[in-house]
């Protein structure tokens, strides 16, 4: 039985998903909430692979998709489930979305992608962080992986914008300096937990 609450950070590479899942939990213990933040790559083994396999370039759409969803069922029932039934506040830095936007913007189709990930979590609230490309780029400097070039980015964005509006996900513009967007984020989180 869940009792916790599960709140996920999305966005492309470089837009702030693991400063502002960060900032959001310390603000969250300031509060007394128990709060645990995870990510995704996970650290786990095939999160590992995963790191490995993304740096190397070595990348096929269809085996990145597989990795990711298997990581996650793994990340799902040994962190994500347990915490949650403990009555934990779960912030996970990344999750399922960013399989279904990377992976679609790698030429998967979206059914695909959720059937291989039916074994998830329903995040309780997702918040997406909208930045543009260049900017996030440029902030993250020095080595990149397979998804991190400016064209690829671009497509991730839009697939992002479009599925943030469709779903109704909160979008925070980070193109603005951290303590805005922090600030605007925890009112999100806020007004969501007293409801
Ligand atoms: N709004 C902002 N203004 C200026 N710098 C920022 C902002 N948000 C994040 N940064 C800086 O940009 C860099 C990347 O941020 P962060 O690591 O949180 O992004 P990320 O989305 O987690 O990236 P990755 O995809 O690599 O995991 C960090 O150095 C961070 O301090
Ligand atoms: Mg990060």
Redesign the pocket.
Known sequence: MKKGRFIVLE??????????SNKLADYLKSKNYEVIVTQEPSEGPIGKTIRDYLFHGWGSPAVHALLFAADRVEHTEKVIKPLLERGVIVIS?RYIESSIVYQTAEGLDTCWIEEINKFIVEPDLTIY?DVDPEV?LD??KGMRDTFERVEFLKKVRRIYLERAKDKDYPIMN?????EV?HKEIVRCVESYLSR
């Open positions: 966005g492309i590479d470089g837009s702030g998903t693991t400063t502002h830095d962080l996030a902030r993250k980070t193109n603005r300096p951290i967007v």
